[in-house]
């Protein structure tokens, strides 16, 4: 049976009369990822300070590898590494020294009991972290106070990596990075776990938790109030309960479904500290009671703006559902069904013939062929209904499929390059992808006036999937603007963007500098083993 690296019981710290931890309680394994969320204040840096052999509990037990740990430990002796929300750093001390603080390099001097440093090794291994990092400085001489919070940040880093870590505890640690080197951090806390280390990733950005970890254990007001395996739970459950709002399903669906659902929690975190204040200070019910209504007042706008929204793309869904049919009844009926009384009237005729071998096997030979473009026809139709080669072979196969089809009768170069790792995702997202790209290129067929099409799809993380359509027509006007195209009656769009919300996923458009129009769409998904990500090689439809 496998052992936790860390075992964590009813841990409790208190501040003369503050609890900031009370009795919590987790265990953590070798090759795990446990993010911990929590607001400002929840513990999350307490329970680090402690970790880091900084701070002791008032009550309650550590383990670490079966052995308890005793106040005060010196943590990276122990293989246990802390990167705070502040790094720790050495003003008075240049790059090298703060890199290497308490780990210098170098041999033993005879009758000392400290190493002297030996300035060359450190340099060669200060200069290998740095470049895992993908950090530069022009001199490893350079004194810290000269240097940003970010750049701090990254030699505290580059600390951690300097020996095989058994635990790493990251508190907030990506608030001073910048989105680069946030995702390389992320990039390490999946090194770490493949080396077998535990990792604890205590942050209240959701997306980076998501990202690696899992499970999630939520803290609230130093409390362990849940815990999660994270393909199990959703961020809107984890934000209910770091803030202590009802859960998902008790709320008004507008809150969820839509963007202002964020704007919708912030004021209510607002109103719920008036009214703190409402009932510490009475004296000041008057004023406090006005703020209060307004505030009240300013939600209820804003949530029913969103239930608008929801009303107003609800109308659209059906006008355009109905919209759907009735071109699907005209093409069986103008077409299908006219093409299917001609066959019927040849056939007809060949009675009057049968004298005529000749006639009537041209007349058959003009039947099949009708037979034929009628097939083709009704599988184009079944196609853009719901394209069968989903089902049976998968979105790749289905994106090959079509890119190369449309490519042929539209005359437009479609280049598509899948990535190796893109292996069966969920239903519901390989046919909101596969729709994506549909309507995609179908605004570069009708407005783009383009003769080349760039579609690319790659994990950009183990539970985000990147798909990417560049063309090099003429782009978007300068005053676009996506809520007036349902105005002038363009969905296209518009239905793109709310297919991505309702997935919880991203959408940007970009004008590019050469020209033509970029859509980059990043949408969640389960998690997926990592994997070699290389590109197929392109295909030219």
């Known amino acids: 049976m496998r052992e936790p690296i860390l075992r964590v019981h009813a841990l409790t710290k208190t501040f003369g009369s503050l609890a900031a931890l009370r009795r919590v309680s987790f265990d953590v ?13 929840a513990g999350k840096s307490v329970l680090a300070d402690i970790l880091a052999g900084v701070s002791a509990p008032t009550s309650g037990t550590l383990l670490f590898d079966g052995r308890p740990l005793t106040f005060p430990f010196q943590a990276p002796a122990l293989g246990i590494e802390v990167l705070f929300e502040e790094p720790f750093v050495v003003d008075s001390l240049d790059v090298l020294s703060n890199i290497f603080l308490g780990r210098e390099a170098g041999r033993r001097a005879r009758l000392w009991l400290f190493r002297l440093p030996n300035r060359w090794e450190m340099h060669a291994r200060a200069r290998e972290v740095l470049a895992r990092l993908g950090v530069v400085f022009p001199s490893l001489d350079e004194p810290v ?21 058994r635990l790493v505890y990251i ?3 990506t608030r001073v990075l910048s989105y680069t080197y946030q995702q390389r951090l992320l990039q390490l806390v999946q090194e770490w776990q493949r080396q077998g280390a535990a990792v604890l990733f205590a942050s209240k950005n959701l ?8 499970r999630i254990i939520t803290l609230r007001e130093g409390e362990v109030v849940a815990e999660h395996r994270t393909d199990e739970t959703t961020r809107e459950e984890i934000v209910a309960e770091m803030v202590g709002a009802p859960r998902k399903d008790e709320l008004t669906p507008a809150i969820w479904a839509l963007d202002s659902y964020y704007q919708a929690r912030a004021q209510a975190e607002q109103l719920r500290h008036k009214q703190m204040l409402l009932e510490q200070n009475l004296a000041a019910q008057g004023t406090l009671n006005q703020q209060l209504v307004e505030q009240l007042a300013r939600q209820i706008e804003a949530l029913d703006e969103a239930n608008a929204a929801l009303q107003a793309a609800q109308r659209r869904l059906l006008t355009e559902r109905e919209e759907e049919r009735k071109r699907l009844a005209r093409e069986l009926h103008d077409q299908i069904i006219q093409d299917l009384l001609s066959l019927n009237y040849q056939l007809e005729e060949l009675d009057e013939h049968v004298d005529n071998p000749a006639y009537v096997i041209a007349e058959l030979e003009d039947i099949r062929q009708g037979i034929r473009f009628m097939v083709e026809e009704l599988r184009r139709i079944c196609s853009n209904l719901r394209p069968p080669t989903i089902d049976s072979l998968g979105l790749r196969a289905a994106l090959h499929s079509y890119a190369r089809e449309w490519s042929q009768r539209t005359g437009i170069l479609v280049k598509l390059a899948i990535s190796e790792d893109v ?6 997202i390989e046919l909101s992808i596969f729709r994506i790209v549909q309507e995609s290129l179908s605004n570069v067929r009708k407005h783009a006036d383009a003769t080349e099409v760039h579609i690319t799809l790659v994990h950009n993380s183990p539970r985000t999937i990147l798909l990417t359509i560049a063309d090099n027509g003429q782009g978007l006007p300068e005053d676009f603007d996506l809520s007036a195209l349902a105005r002038d009656g ?16 991203r959408l940007k458009l970009t004008n590019v ?29």
Not at 525 to 540: F, G, T
Request: charged share 25%.
């Open 29 to 41: 394994y070798p090759g795990e990822v446990v993010g911990i969320a929590g607001r400002s204040g």
């Open 490 to 505: 363009h969905f296209g769009l518009l239905g793109m963007s709310e297919r991505v919300a309702l997935l919880g996923g």
């Open 145 to 165: 106070v000269n240097l940003s919070s970010e750049q701090r940040q990254l030699l505290v880093i580059a600390r951690a990596l300097l020996e095989p870590a």
């Open 423 to 428: 292996a069966r995702l969920p239903e519901h």
């Open 207 to 214: 997306e980076h938790l998501f990202a690696v970890t899992d």
């Open 171 to 173: 508190d907030e640690a």
């Open 513 to 541: 500098p050469e020209g033509g129009l970029r859509i980059e769409v990043e949408l969640p998904h389960p998690r997926v083993a990592p994997r070699r990500r290389s590109l197929i090689a392109e295909e030219e439809g």
